[in-house]
């Protein structure tokens, strides 16, 4: 369980999280929605320990994240990053198994690659992939090995910032599909974010909305369309008028 | 206009000087303190002194060599003017293994490599590799900063060894080939009137000019601007500060080294 009590944090004289509070229970899937610039990623680099809040408590099954080991409590995460954020020095495959070439998950390079592979036929590619570099790969298949990478060490939570943007309408289908059976088959806790509907529809349990910083509305993703919120109306039916203010 | 505002601009100008100076500084000792702690990366290490160190031989040695030439020329022509045309090998000897060597061979590497590191190291922030290799167990510093930071350090007073001894054979050639020297004579004027500190002291002069190298890479790319421009100012940076660093240590080096 992951839970966020009363987060603050602003860069400068912008104040990004005012007071953030979530709970995701263990082996759900959370999906963050809100504009641009509401704070959603800065809340999962906070929960990361990337970026460190002014004021507030995260605890993950009750122990506060900034005591205790940090390679300890990373070891439990991955991450699939918005761009894919791959090493570009490296080949696929060694991109996939970073984690387990080096530290605490060591193993030989022989048994790693074989892990690599098949974690990068679970996300549908080939082994031919394998041997090539990032810059060589579509967008899509960036963010596939990105994701194999992710779940290449068995992590119990996995974090998905804007999984599907800069990808066309099938291949994000393709990958919020991939993301959902990944999430059930290993029983992780996840917490997405997007702005992206047809990614809550299919990836989310539970769905809040950031406003200004803070948590709008909060609940099962079955309630959202009735959710009587007048923000949330406004961002899930893409209207341009109502509460949240836009520029234009 | 408020007659004290040049003033408060001289005074935040210094201020942001002195910040940026602590910066550096706790960068540095940051990077220097994962030295004696592990884990380390060994492979990242030798990448890092391929890429500076082997790398770098052409540009150095190229630079060396014209560098002896135009010396050899200068000294001559200078020499002749009080018939002290002999004191060009011992001068183009002292003058390359003191000065030029390390001071050319730290311009020329600092134009290659921490150009490159900054664009690297920011490239890899705005796309956040940086953040991925952390979520990923593994400390920046460590795996990015210390291997090339370490790298430069190690692989520069070998580059300035080279350079060095090209620069010296470029004298030697123009010497022999232009003005007439005797091969021989050249040479042994060479060996005799140099000596060991001479070398030395620009070795030490290059280990100090590849840290400020790597360095100064390494920081202005951890600490680089979002997007193309972000790391387009990173780069930049990295290269002016060093150079200007360099000529300053040498100077102060030089300072410690040779004033009586």
């Known amino acids: ?248 | 206009m408020n007659p004290l505002s040049p003033l408060a601009a001289v005074g935040r100008s210094v201020l942001a000087l002195l910040q940026q100076i602590g910066q550096v500084s706790l960068f540095a000792a940051n990077t220097l303190s994962h030295l004696v702690r592990p884990p380390f990366y060994p492979r990242e290490f030798l990448s890092a002194l391929f890429q500076i160190g082997w790398l770098s031989l052409p540009v150095v040695g190229l630079t060396a060599f014209f560098t002896g030439g135009a010396l050899a020329l200068q000294i001559y022509a200078g020499g002749a003017r009080f018939n002290a045309e002999a004191v060009v090998p011992s001068i183009v000897a002292i003058g390359m293994v003191r000065e030029l060597g390390p001071v050319l061979g730290g311009l020329m590497v600092a134009a290659r490599v921490a150009s490159s590191i900054a664009a690297e190291l920011g490239t890899m922030k705005v796309t956040e590799q940086i953040d991925a290799l952390v979520t990923l167990s593994t400390d920046p510093m460590k795996f990015l900063t210390l291997p090339r930071v370490l790298a430069a350090t190690l692989a520069m007073p070998v580059l300035v060894a080279v350079g060095d001894t090209i620069g010296i054979m470029g004298g030697y050639l123009v010497a022999v080939a232009r003005l007439e020297f005797n091969a021989a004579t050249y040479l042994s004027n060479t060996v005799d009137f140099l000596q060991l500190w001479d070398i030395l002291s620009g070795l030490v002069k290059g280990a100090v000019f590849g840290f400020i190298v790597a360095l100064m890479g390494c920081y202005y790319g951890m600490t680089s601007g979002r997007g193309a421009q972000g790391v387009g100012r990173a780069t930049k940076t990295a290269v002016v500060v060093a150079s200007v660093l360099i000529l300053a240590a040498n100077y102060l080096l030089t300072e410690v080294f040779f004033s009586a």
Request: hydrophobic share 40%; charged share 25%; proline share 5%.
């Open chain 1, 1 to 248: 369980m992951i839970e966020l009590t009363n987060i603050h944090k602003r860069f400068g004289a912008n104040k990004v999280l005012q007071g953030t509070s979530l709970t995701v229970p263990k082996g759900s899937s959370l999906v963050i929605i809100g504009g641009s610039g509401t704070g959603k990623s800065v809340t999962l680099k906070c929960i990361l320990g990337l970026v460190k809040p002014d004021s507030g408590t995260i605890k993950i099954e009750g122990r506060d994240i900034s005591s205790g080991d940090r390679d300890a409590f990373l070891a439990r995460f991955g991450m699939l990053f918005q761009g894919g954020a791959l090493f570009d020095s490296m080949p696929v495959w060694q991109n996939v198994a970073f984690r387990l070439q080096r530290g605490a998950l060591k193993r030989p390079a022989a048994e790693a690659r074989e892990i690599a592979i098949e974690k990068l036929r679970r996300v549908g590619l080939a082994p031919e992939v394998a041997d090539r570099f990032p810059a060589e790969l579509s967008g899509g298949m960036q963010k596939r090995v990105s994701l194999a990478r992710a779940i290449a060490a068995e992590p119990e939570i996995i974090f998905f910032d804007e999984p599907t943007t800069g990808l066309d309408p099938i291949m994000s289908g393709v990958i919020n599909e991939l993301i959902r059976e990944i999430v059930v088959e290993m029983g992780v806790t996840a917490m997405t974010i997007t702005h992206d509907m047809t990614s809550v529809d299919t990836i989310a349990d539970k769905v809040a909305m950031l406003h200004r910083g803070t948590i709008q509305w909060c609940g099962p993703r079955a309630q959202m369309a009735q959710s009587g919120d007048p923000y949330v109306d406004q961002f899930v039916n893409g209207r341009a008028e109502g509460p949240i203010e836009t520029l234009r």
